[in-house]
């Protein structure tokens, strides 16, 4: 597991510490990244008229910058979520399915789980879900 | 870990969900290889004969008590009981789901993705119905089954979600009046959720309490825990909040108008038949198991609820003008009798319930059913003055409808009176006057509405725009068939299942 | 990891209790930011927010399991979701804040910090002198591995029902969100031209949005030969406006 504990924290407190080495790290990577980033860049800051404005092919940018997302990313995403929740349950299976007396059986449950989940797969692809048109 | 036993599960006890959710996986490969012509046929035989293969399974376990699948399901004769009884009823439903005669395609939309209203919308008014609701009934019909039989919190709120969850998607199905339904389908999928919620959050207060989740292991910490009883009565109050939204209990009622109003009319019956036996039949089992000990303390906070739900049906169902909405406000104030019954916390008590759940289940089937046949030329025709002079058109229509509301009236003879009379004797006997005497006084009032309606169909000159009475085809004439003559029987003779449901009348721990 | 076990288990470690009091008020902002964010989309950041605290909590309670659940598939995928669905409803769509019912919102105010007050003394009072158990036996061997083995075991009828559950979400989400082309739907080129050359249908291309040395917009109407503006030109989709006086001079000349 995570906590054979880095030979540098251990004890009480170990775990812990590991966690905020980390924190720490990741903290001061980010500020050196950004920091040396910002010391080495040049900078002459000039703002002409229209710097900022969006740029449309040369044309006059009108209305807002939303445009409507597809609903079909939303099926997408939704797939996914499926798939990913699947795979909540296959990690724990995976741990235990090789231990004696459960074999066949749990591989078999699982084998169904996932049969029925890979019906919604099936659905889709028949229904012209997965093919962008 | 090397105690590790896989539990021994006994496949003829779980058969009849098996059946159903293997019919409704069939049925979803059937959406994706079969041609569209011939869906409908395949889909609608597939779905009839999985339900009545389901109930043969249930009646062969008849006598059954057992505790199965890692403690999970519990097969007894309440669970044997509701079971059937969720199977006809939804046997009934399915025949109006099924049914395509009354309008061209039937009552579902064909392509319910589309943008109501818009070009293509318009274009699809005649194309056949999506035949995605015959498994996502037959996944609801499961989910019941599983509701009525679950033996732990856990696999309950599981069951729940799987029966809720088709329920939403088909509220937003409707052919007709596509934003009344989608806005139906939204509003019950939010308030739903929430009251989801609310249960998920009972079960953990009820896990602190107890450790456990299994109604035994419940219905032991309840004598002696050395945690507060705040968790438990919180827990339970949490879990009844569930339960009882289900049920469409005051004050979680408020979805239910709204709902019946907006779906498509065969799952609203399918609605107020065969939720209103799963959510009683949980709230039995919750209430009868693992929390029986504390009777004493719930049974007057329940019994306010009874008495509001009552209260709340009846009262604001004599304002409608719709008669969807009235029998949505009718249905809730059945919500509050089957409370009495439930109250009575007793074996007749239970079996009053059962028999109740049952009898009012077949009346409202056939009454939702028969609200399919008057239509005009946008579709059903459900406001309360389109009726008026019915009577003269149609006598045999009118006169059946006019018998289905007698029964809900509670007008001896019918089995609206009978299922009546067994509750409050339960509740009698085990000296509920209070809710007795708040269930007799609601009837009366009740009675009104239903009576009305009677008076406008029999009593009122036909107009002009008085909407016709369509031949039925052959499924929804065998459902309503069905449900009148259930109404009827159940009247008349209705020893046979009364001792039926008192010889059901007992849970396994 | 047997570190933070033997910790929980009895009183509550000093490093768990700095996790705490840090993430607890951060989890808290979050859901607070949640709901009182005018914008959906910083709504959802928000709950990204508090999601990812609970989830450290998670793991702090020795439920490394369910914590990485928790940020994996909430944080992510379900988040994710949110995301498609709120750019497909526009982040500006603001709600409507007329109310129905008059005090509404007062009154769900209200009751809402009630439920909340109850719940929380009810279980604060309840578990105050409750002493944590249980928790050593439960992963013994290990987290994920008693997760495993409760649901094989005892739960595993109701994990087989949860693909019901799923594969019902799915095929309800296609049922609602994808529009099916039909055969019958499909125009061929043969249809597509007896359409263009149709009586009342102008079958040139359609003019242009006016590109003149006063204005490049694509929001500019073409000018037809009589002099009036031609609607075809610009796409339906935008709002026709009056152009400012700064946008009618040509740019990128001395005036």
């Known amino acids: 597991m995570v906590g054979s504990t880095l030979p540098v924290v251990g004890g009480y407190l170990g775990s812990y510490a590991t966690l905020g080495l980390l924190l720490l790290v990741g903290l001061v990577f980010f500020g050196v990244a950004f920091g040396a980033n910002r010391l080495l860049r040049p900078a002459r800051p000039a703002s002409p008229e229209g710097k900022f404005a969006t740029y449309e092919c040369g044309l006059d940018p009108v209305g807002g910058d939303w445009a409507q997302a597809q609903i079909r990313y939303y099926v997408y995403a939704y797939l996914y979520v499926l798939f990913a929740v699947e795979s909540v349950f296959l990690f724990p299976w995976a741990v235990i399915f090789d231990r004696p007396d459960f074999g066949m059986v749990t591989v078999v449950e699982m084998a169904v789980f996932v049969g029925v989940l890979a019906l919604g797969i099936l659905y889709a692809w028949r229904k012209r879900v997965l093919s962008w048109t | 870990m090397s105690d590790l036993q896989l539990p021994h599960i006994n496949y003829a006890a779980l058969a009849p969900m098996l059946i159903l959710f293997g019919a409704a996986c069939a049925g979803i490969l059937i959406e994706a290889f079969v041609p569209r012509e011939r869906r409908y046929p395949v889909q609608l035989g597939l779905s009839l004969a999985g339900v009545v293969a389901a109930g043969v399974a249930v009646i062969t376990q008849a006598g059954t008590r057992t505790i199965t699948a890692g403690g999970a399901i519990a097969v007894d004769g309440p669970t044997v009981f509701l079971q059937g009884a969720i199977l006809a009823l939804g046997l009934v439903a399915l025949l109006f789901v099924g049914e395509r005669s009354l309008e061209a395609g039937g009552p579902f939309v064909a392509q319910a993705a589309l943008i109501a209203g818009s070009e293509p919308d318009r274009r699809q008014v005649v194309r056949p119905g999506a035949t995605e609701v015959y498994p996502l009934m037959l996944f609801a019909i499961g989910g019941m089954e599983l509701f009525v039989a679950a033996n732990d919190l856990l696999t309950m709120f599981v069951a729940l979600e799987v029966f809720s969850l088709p329920l939403y998607l088909m509220c937003a199905l409707a052919r007709r009046r596509r ?17 989801s919620g609310f249960f998920l959050f009972g079960i953990a207060l009820i896990y602190g309490f107890a450790g456990r989740v299994d109604f035994a292991g419940i219905h032991a910490a309840a004598l002696g825990s050395d945690r507060s009883n705040a968790l438990l009565y919180g827990g339970l109050a949490l879990l009844s909040i569930g339960l009882l939204f289900k049920a469409a209990a005051a004050p979680f009622h408020v979805w239910t108008p709204d709902v019946y109003q907006g779906a498509p009319t065969p799952v609203t019956g399918f609605m107020a038949a065969c939720t209103k036996v799963a959510a009683f039949g949980a709230l039995l089992r919750v209430l009868y198991v693992a929390f029986d000990r504390v009777s004493w303390d719930y049974r007057p906070v329940l019994g306010v609820v009874a008495i509001l739900t ?51 289940g077949f009346t409202v089937l056939a009454a939702f059913g028969t609200l399919t046949l008057v239509r005009d030329a946008d579709g059903e025709a459900n406001h309360l003055s389109r009726w008026a002079g019915l009577g003269r058109r149609s006598p045999v229509f009118a006169a059946a409808f006019t018998f289905l509301l007698l029964a809900f009236a509670g007008i001896p003879l019918t089995s609206g009176f009978t299922s009546k009379f067994a509750v409050f004797a339960a509740a009698l006997d085990d000296g509920q006057t209070w809710l007795v005497v708040a269930g007799v006084i609601t009837s009366m009032v009740l009675a009104f509405p239903y009576l009305r309606v009677v008076v406008m169909m029999w009593l009122s000159e036909p107009a002009e725009s008085t909407p016709t009475v369509s031949i039925p085809g052959v499924l929804t004439s065998t459902g309503l068939a069905i449900g009148v003559a259930a109404t009827l029987v159940l009247g008349l003779v209705p020893a046979p299942l009364l001792d039926l449901s008192t010889k059901a009348a007992e849970f396994v721990r | 990891m047997s570190t933070v076990l033997a910790a929980a288990a009895g009183e509550m470690a000093t490093g768990e209790k700095v996790v705490f009091w840090i993430l607890g008020p951060i989890a808290l902002i979050g859901a607070l930011g949640m709901v009182l964010a005018r914008n959906a989309v910083h709504s959802a950041l928000w709950l990204v927010l508090t999601m990812l605290s609970l989830g450290v909590f998670y793991v702090m309670q020795a439920g490394p399991f369910i914590g990485m659940v928790q940020i994996i598939v909430y944080t992510g995928a379900i988040m994710m979701l949110f995301l498609f669905v709120l750019m497909l409803v526009g982040r500006d769509a603001s709600d409507s804040l007329i109310e129905t019912l008059r005090g509404q919102r007062v009154a769900a105010v209200a009751l809402g910090l009630g439920f909340a007050g109850l719940v929380c003394t009810g279980v604060y009072r309840a578990l105050r002198d409750t002493p944590p158990a249980g928790l050593e036996q439960a992963n013994e061997n290990g987290n994920v591995q008693g997760i495993a083995s409760l649901l094989f075991t005892k739960y595993v009828f109701a994990f087989e029902v949860t693909s019901a559950l799923l594969i019902t979400a799915a095929v309800g989400a296609m049922l609602l969100a994808h529009v099916e082309r039909r055969k019958e739907d499909k125009r061929d080129q043969a249809a597509r031209m007896r ?27 073409a000018m037809l030969p009589d002099g009036t503006s031609a609607d075809r030109s610009i796409s339906r989709i935008l709002p026709t406006r009056e152009l400012t006086s700064s946008e009618k001079t040509p740019k990128g000349t001395e005036r």
């Open chain 3, 195 to 221: 359409e263009r050359f149709a009586p009342g249908n102008y079958p040139g291309p359609k003019a242009g949005p006016g590109v003149y040395a006063t204005s490049d917009s694509v929001a500019t109407p």
């Open chain 2, 179 to 195: 934003l009344l339904s989608q806005e139906a389908a939204l509003k019950y999928f939010l308030l739903g959720s929430y009251s």
């Open chain 2, 310 to 360: 009552m209260l709340v049906g009846a009262v604001f169902a004599v304002t409608q003008t719709d008669l969807k909405r009235l029998l949505a406000y009718s249905s809730i104030a059945n919500a509050g009798y089957l409370l009495v019954g439930v109250l009575a916390m007793s074996k007749d008590g239970l079996s009053s319930s059962m028999f109740y759940l049952v009898a009012y």
